[in-house]
């Protein structure tokens, strides 16, 4: 069963340095910001009262890097969880933290008091890119840290950033292929974008920095999340959530409201293109009704970016109701080609089916 995260915003706070990129103050989306304990713990309460059983509550504290918190502050937030598991007002409870500062007496005391998610701020595995990012931590240790909270028996959500200073297309797909050899449980992909009140601001108005545009943001997204999904690793985000907390400070660089759609599509043209027999003259889609934006949405990007991939195939798109399973996944029937992607339609959970058969 799919839970409601309610999410609660801690900007920086406990982390060992400021990075190039980073002003979370803008970026609390809508979490809430800044609670004490009690005030957690009576917002959980009401949103499990909320969700009346149908979606299980489950807590995150984002921004910042929880583990760098000092230890008394740390704790009067664990003991308060560990009360709402005991309650069954949560069933669980994730934390996001940064790849320097998950040691065995770190991860312990998150195991102990409930903790089952934890949210590990990679952004790259390039020396050279995390240097350039501030991030004081290199690739090996970002794998190391992966690795050892798997082996605390943590799921791991993975956070990437294409496009940082330094980097280059090749670099962030060794980054993720990299990061997927550890087996995180999912993987976010957060392109690069410049903020105000940032390094990365100064780094770009110095034209040090070239920001890339959404369409190449979405692209490289939707390449890297395909690589991902083939390794077994579900992609559970694209772009910065939307708000308008963050928009007004985006300067330049991918940033749209509907950035991890454009991604899907790059997945979806990506894999029919790939897929596609090299004889094929005219290929048919059926397409999920539920998801018929994906179809035909943005200009009709779909089908705009199959016919760059493929020009010499005739692409023909129609919408028609499917049911299924969440989930990406490839599947070949003999000469038939199903694509099935992730999506939600009034709070459930359904996938979208892409077919195709060759015309002679």
Not at 5 to 33: D, M
Not at 145 to 171: I, K, N, T, W
Request: charged share 25%; hydrophobic share 40%.
């Amino acid at each position: 069963m799919s839970r409601r995260i309610v999410p609660f915003w801690f900007p920086n706070r406990g982390c060992p340095g400021r990075c190039t990129y980073c002003n979370q103050s803008h970026s609390k989306a809508e979490a809430l910001l800044v609670v004490t304990p009690e005030e957690m713990e009576e917002r959980l309460q009401e949103a499990a009262r909320g969700a009346e059983g149908q979606f299980p509550v489950e807590v995150a504290l984002f921004g910042g890097t929880f583990t760098g918190w000092p230890i008394p502050q740390q704790e009067m937030y664990l003991e308060a969880i560990q009360r709402l598991l005991a309650k069954g007002v949560i069933e669980a409870a994730r934390v996001s933290t940064h790849p320097s500062l998950v040691g065995e007496e770190a991860l312990r005391r998150l195991a102990d008091h409930g903790v089952t998610t934890i949210e590990l701020g990679i952004e790259s595995l390039d020396d050279g890119v995390l240097s350039l990012a501030n991030r004081g931590h290199d690739g090996q240790g970002a794998v190391e840290a992966l690795r050892r909270c798997r082996e605390f028996g943590f799921e791991v959500v993975g956070q990437l950033m294409p496009f940082l200073p330094g980097s280059s297309e090749r670099s962030d797909v060794e980054s993720v292929l990299g990061v997927c050899q550890c087996a995180p449980d999912a993987l976010r992909l957060f392109p690069t974008v410049v903020l105000d009140g940032t390094e990365l601001e100064a780094m770009w108005r110095r034209g040090e920095y070239l920001e890339a545009s959404v369409d190449e943001g979405a692209i490289r997204c939707g390449k890297l999340a395909v690589m991902a999904e083939e390794a077994g690793v579900p992609v559970v985000r694209m772009g910065l959530q939307d708000g308008c907390d963050v928009r007004p400070h985006v300067l330049a660089g991918p940033y749209h409201p509907a950035f991890g759609e454009l991604a899907r599509i790059e997945m979806v043209a990506s894999l029919l293109a790939r897929a596609s027999k090299a004889s094929a003259s005219i290929v048919d889609l059926s397409v999920d009704e539920r998801l018929a934006s994906l179809a035909a949405g943005h200009g009709k990007r779909l089908l705009s970016r199959l016919s760059t991939l493929r020009p010499e195939v005739d692409w023909r798109i129609e919408t028609v109701g499917f049911a299924g399973n969440e989930g990406w996944r490839v599947i070949w029937r003999g000469s038939h080609f199903a694509l099935a992607a992730r999506g939600r339609a009034g709070g459930r959970s359904f996938r979208l089916m892409a077919a195709h058969r060759v015309a002679k």
